[in-house]
């Protein structure tokens, strides 16, 4: 009982954290019809900001870390972000009134990672005075990337078997692309539908290109900012930016980019009435389940290589949140036969506040009571 | 000769503080055309950041307050945000060539509080080491609110008197709805004109709807950050990220903001030339009265209930101050025939000017020389 | 053998600088496709932070100074400022396929000053422990004014020569006048070309009105940002603001304005290919050449009056650097005919990453090595 104690005690706390404060205050102001706004140039400014500083003290830390460790971790991440969007193909898209190309883009974003509540899990972290390897944030890419890359994958796969069956009468949506200014396709097909079985076949064999997928992750505004932030931390002397500038101006941002976040939940909450239900029970139940899932593999890397306990939930955190910045942008110019409304409600709505409000606190906790009974 | 001496000396150092040297310096590179311009987002940003802490540091302190000292002030400041309305009524609409709705209007405004106005006086009285109660500045809507409310009944009240003189052969801007996208109207009339005399009396009978007021004030930007503060200060543990980020960047932001103002005041000086001169000579005397009456009314709280001298100030400076920010849009909505040149112009040109570099001074300079006297 | 070696050690200590690193950061991004972006409105805010930074340290500087010791140095900037007009007058403006007045255009630019460079050097001498006169940063208008103002009459009174030998047969630029909104010609002429010799001759004898350059310059968003710190400075009290505002956001602003002046000295590069390549040379070339002869002016102030080393460095790196704000509109309005793609893309891909990047470490290395030296 007193590991459940333990548990709940710290659950609580974390309630009461000023992180979760703004988040549901940005719900309720938004609830009550506030007209207060933050600006989208702030938004993006503090996103920017705490990606950077995220960044930054992973680079330092890297440079006089011994990298063998993040092996393991590391593998951990990429299988999780290949496993979320397996998860979501086998349970979400098998639901009644549920569309499976909606289904797997949605598990493709719950799979990929919100910068966002990374950076809520850190301030929890350290307000908890709980220790982590600073290259733990960098795990981020590991499984963003993957996820991403694996439902663009799958989605194409399933439409091409659609298409098979139903070809060559109908045209489909493969490769229809809505994306303005992108240069390569994500899928193979060329944008005039085959007419002719021949045709038909030898596109078929063609493979799903996934460089490009990778890029466009990478570029993405969230990933460049974090991965520019490693390397500078790495191959320059920061440190003096960061201890006067991003570090100490973090927590605050991070608030009010929770607030945002919560205002933003609120609004996106009508998106999900367009969709089946049935994404309001996965984008409450999926994400406690990844982080679950991820927390066991983390433990097992604790217990081999002596991976931290404040890893470990960094790493459930990750599996937990579903991606907010990065995430939408890919998988509507990857997907574009799926339904944003579905996977952007389904997310933004629900999984990113479970994500901080749950999520977080449950790992911390969990965490907690196996130092404690340790 | 003490007291004067006393008073005199303060006042010229107020004149010198960074707070009126920003606002004076906006005014100054304004008037010498200066292309300097801070982008509205971060105008909006820093409005956000400014009510944000100041509703913070209240919502914490009331946290450990004995409430019941704050009834006696707050009732002071709802009874200043009446009376200002109806001293506009009786003085300014009374002047020649001054039509009835814009003063009043106008008296609305001035009787609606600035949060920027507020956030100077508080650096002061900290420059100054007046200690002052944390509540204070949470005094804020019980005067907004009421002035608002007021103006508004105030102005519904004399346009029927004016429609039933004339009525029913010219139809009337009293329901006339200039706002777009909001969905109660502030008076009950009904937008289509009543064409016979029964319709016409039953209409009048109608009363003007306060809660939509209410309403519309608490969710404009300014209140809703500020009362958001109070309740993450009263029901979480905001004080970390108060104390790491709210507090330290108040004074700067501030500073900004009074540059902001200054030029923004300078480029409002023309839209008072499209009224009658009798705005310039209200907006410079009436915040200043308005400002002694509440500082005699808050001196009656200081004998009677221990309020403190700051606080008197507060009060006086908030009762002195005129909206720059959430009041002109409901004052636009409710009372769709009054000129915004007029009310908009008077405050922002001269009201906000007069209160920070006049008011602040005055009031701060009499509770030094009552602290100096006691 | 010890001053080269010397020299060298801090070439590369510069090299792993903050400031550089995220310059260079930003052009990698820009280069690998990244959609990061800074917003607009940032970027604004940025400029005006560090530039009112700088002014108001110079001017709560002055009030303490003895503005006898700034005399020669100001007049050291003056003639720099025009120094290098003449110089691209007579260097780049006569190398085969470029345009006279793209030519004079550009070394106006290159006279400017840029308060971002500036900004990263005053930063460079703080981190090398190397002391400066305070008021060094007022010595930006003394370069700043005189090279626009040089440019601009010099491209005029070229244009004119060049008429007087055509005319009256073809129409000129000089006077076409693309910016809208502005009230006066910067050139004597009248919008109308003049159709008989004696109107030809009666203009001709008009003047370059010299005034609306200097206001110009003056009003605009950076200078004016600038001066109003040093009247602050000097006229109020900021000091509490200064320390805990503007003061501690100085490096981490800058780092973000690095990021983005990398980035954009990136996507500059392609407007260098459609100008003749010999502007490439001279972006590479003048900005040192510059900073050198004025390291030598600066040099005998330090011999003649006492100004310190590092305000040498100051002057060499103001020398060096190219405008990149406020000069290109300046210019654009004054000289309608020169080619933006020439100055501009000169000045913020090349002109700006080799002051930073070679031009700070260059003198501050020479500083150093004659420090030790002596």
Redesign the interface.
């Known amino acids: 009982m007193d590991f459940l104690g333990q548990f709940l005690q710290d659950f609580v706390k974390q309630l ?3 992180t ?3 988040l549901i ?1 940005g719900m ?2 938004a609830a ?11 938004y ?2 503090i996103i ?1 900001m705490l990606l950077m500083k995220v960044g930054l003290s992973g680079g330092i830390a890297i440079r006089s870390s011994n990298l063998q460790e993040m092996l393991l971790p590391a593998l951990f991440a990429v299988v999780m972000g290949i496993l979320i969007v397996f998860i979501g193909r086998y349970t979400l898209a098998k639901l009644p009134k549920v569309k499976t190309v909606d289904a797997i883009a949605t598990a493709g974003l719950f799979g990929a990672v919100s910068g966002s509540t990374m950076a809520a899990a850190l301030t929890a972290l350290e ?1 908890q005075k709980i220790s982590y390897e600073p290259w733990a944030a960098a795990l981020y890419p590991f499984m963003d990337i993957p996820a991403l890359v694996t439902a663009i994958v799958v989605a194409s796969i399933y439409l091409k078997k659609k298409q098979a069956k139903k070809a060559p009468t109908s045209p489909s949506a493969v490769g229809a692309y809505a994306g303005s200014g992108s240069t390569t396709g994500y899928v193979s097909s060329t944008s005039e539908y085959p007419t002719t079985a021949s045709e038909y076949r030898s596109q078929q064999s063609k493979r799903v290109r996934i460089w490009p997928i990778v ?1 466009e992750s ?4 969230a990933l ?2 974090l991965l ?1 932030g490693v ?2 931390g790495i ?4 440190d ?2 960061y201890e ?3 570090n ?2 973090f ?3 991070l ?2 980019l929770m ?1 945002v976040m919560g205002m933003e939940a609120w609004s996106r909450l009508g998106e999900l009435r367009k969709v089946a239900q049935w994404y309001v029970v996965y984008a409450v139940v999926a994400p406690l389940v990844h982080g679950l899932i991820a927390f066991g593999l983390g433990m097992i890397a604790h217990y081999v290589t002596g991976f931290s306990l404040g890893g470990v939930v960094i790493l459930a955190v990750i599996a937990c949140s579903s991606s907010d910045i990065s995430g939408p942008p890919t998988l509507r110019a990857g997907i574009p036969s799926a339904n944003p409304s579905a996977y952007i409600g389904a997310s933004t709505a629900i999984g990113t506040p479970i994500a901080i409000g749950l999520g977080i606190p449950l790992y911390l906790g969990l965490a907690q009571a196996i130092m404690a009974g340790s």
Chains 1, 2, 3 share one sequence.
């Open positions: 009461q954290s000023p979760l404060g703004f205050g309720v102001i009550l019809g506030s007209q207060l706004q933050i600006p989208d140039a702030i993006k400014f920017f307000a890029k990478l570029q993405g505004a460049s900012a520019l390397a500078l191959l320059t002397r920061p003096s930016v006067s500038f991003y100490p101006l927590r605050g941002l608030s009010v607030l």
